[in-house]
């Protein structure tokens, strides 16, 4: 009896000192904790969840779903918004396709989901659900609708944090998602279709996937598209793309939920799916929590991102790249340019060089590198390990701001190894009357592809219609050509439109 009351008063003076840990250090720095930091304080007392044994999601499903909200937008204006992301449901166009229609750009009204991360109503959700948004509702898992106002967001990685006025809120504890393994088992928990709280369950299909959809939803403003034209200078694009792939369902209305482990801890932010039918074929996507606690961070901080660069640009290897760049390395990032002034030229980076590794982390493809990188700010130091001539060396890097150097043209901004050559295809421009077909204000026409090289290979066919190359809309050869060194995170997009629908191709 004696034991059980020790164990009782030792587990109520833990919870009074996380409690009281909590309120101290809110006060004492204003709330300018970390979200992470906050979180280890919200936590502390708090039992772990277990998932050993027989596969069980209902307490996880019971610890988060309260937390997770669904966010309702609406719009006032003739068009939702001035920039490329005209409509928060772009996402989710851009996979599904609309059997070549031009859909209407200018919502009334959308929905999508959140999740609440402090008690006193900071909310994290995609920057597409709440991007052009005249009004936002939150609708909490007490059927309260209060409203909502955006602290930061950005299109690079679809992130958002908006903010509501409420107190002793529900929360979801942050996960690590540098520690989720494929195969293991984990829930999406969100608003899909515009039915209420929805608990999905499946497993890691994949880590560090770059599907390619921030690039290409964002489209050069007319200013940019006249001035690539005029000088052949690209926008930059400095997207991060580096996706938890999960075959749990998620649907339109999902965006911006949890995804979370079995232990009920946040380990991604549903973003997309992959489907030409309009909802799940088995291919989700979710923004890494870890990527996400800096991106947030800086939001409540400065409003905005405070981005730390290398300055190089890069391309992928595989078998394929390797031979024509004539390296025997098949893995790793092969360094296209380092740009002057940047943190990789005062240590010594060259071109040619094949990063290896990033504090120790092997470095596979691009996604792994960007993600790294996404975390830090300018003034961080990171280990770079890199081959030159065969040989491994070691260097530090301190990365540099965005407007520290040329560098706006940095880590994102990938130098494709891609030419009208080795894609063994060539271009005519598409007549009038063919664009006005398909709707497209751009557009080559693939006149011939030549057998063994790559449009061969993706089986590309003759005729098809070509309307952008890495985002770029394209008119003639030339176009491709220009187009084709500025692909993005290594990697090279084709886009185009049938009469089944719009098509991209990523190499």
């Known amino acids: ?27 004492k720095n204003d709330g300018m904790l970390s979200f992470a930091d906050q979180q280890k304080v919200l936590f502390a007392s708090n039992p772990k969840i277990s998932s050993a044994g027989a596969v069980d999601f209902v307490e996880a499903a019971a610890a988060v779903s309260p937390a997770v909200v669904h966010i309702k937008t609406s719009y006032t204006g003739s068009d939702s918004g001035q920039g490329r992301s005209s409509s928060p449901m772009d996402m989710f166009e851009e996979f599904f396709g609309r059997g070549g229609r031009k859909m209407p750009r200018a919502p009334r009204a959308a929905s999508g989901s959140g999740v609440i991360l402090t008690p006193d109503g900071y909310i994290v959700t995609n920057n597409h659900v709440v991007d052009n948004a005249d009004k936002i509702e939150v609708i909490l898992s007490d059927r309260r609708k209060v409203s909502a106002k955006v602290i930061g967001k950005d299109p690079n990685t679809d992130l958002a944090l908006i903010k509501v006025e409420a107190t002793d809120l529900p929360v979801v504890k942050m996960g690590n998602s540098d520690n989720v393994q494929i195969g293991e088992w984990v829930l999406a928990v969100g608003f899909p279709l515009d039915l209420q709280t929805t608990v999905t369950a499946g497993i890691v299909s994949a880590k560090a996937r770059n599907i390619g959809i921030l690039a290409r939803n964002q489209q050069p403003t007319e200013e940019e598209y006249e001035e690539y034209q005029r000088t052949g200078k690209a926008p930059v694009n400095n997207s991060i793309e580096s996706y ?36 799940n074929v088995g291919y989700g996507f979710a923004i890494p929590v870890n990527l996400a606690k800096k991106i947030l961070d800086d939001f409540r901080k400065y409003g905005a991102v405070k981005r730390g660069y290398i300055g190089v640009t890069f391309s992928a290897l595989d078998a394929d790249a390797a031979e024509k760049l004539n390296v025997k390395d098949i893995s790793g990032l092969y360094v296209n340019e380092v740009l002057p002034g940047s943190g990789a030229a005062a240590a010594g980076i060259q071109k040619g060089d094949i990063i290896k590794k990033v504090d120790g982390a092997v470095i596979y493809d691009s996604p792994d590198l960007q993600e790294k990188i996404g975390r830090l700010s300018p003034g961080d130091k990171v280990e770079l390990t890199y081959s030159r001539n065969g040989q491994l060396k070691d260097t530090r890097v301190t990365l540099k701001g965005e407007s520290s150097t040329t560098q706006s043209n940095a880590v994102a901004k990938a130098s494709g190894s891609a030419s009208i050559e080795n894609l063994g295809a060539s271009f005519a421009p598409a007549s009038a009357q063919l664009k006005s077909k398909f709707g497209a204000k751009s557009g080559v026409v693939v006149t011939a592809v030549e057998q063994g090289k790559i449009f061969d290979s993706l089986e590309i066919p003759k005729g098809l219609l070509v309307t952008a190359v890495n985002g770029r809309p394209v008119n003639s050869a030339k176009d491709v050509e220009q187009a084709l060194p500025q692909s993005r995170n290594g990697m090279t997009t084709i886009s185009g439109v049938t009469a089944q629908g719009n098509f991209t191709y990523s190499f």
Do not use: R
């Open 244 to 279: 938890i792939q999960t075959d749990a369902a998620i649907n339109p209305g999902n965006s911006g939920g949890a995804l979370v482990n079995a232990n009920g801890e946040l380990i991604g932010i549903n973003a997309a799916i992959a489907s030409q039918t309009g909802t």
């Open 1 to 27: 009896m004696k034991k059980i009351g020790l164990i009782a008063l030792v587990a109520f003076i833990g919870g009074a000192a996380a409690i009281g840990g909590y309120k101290l250090l809110e006060q």
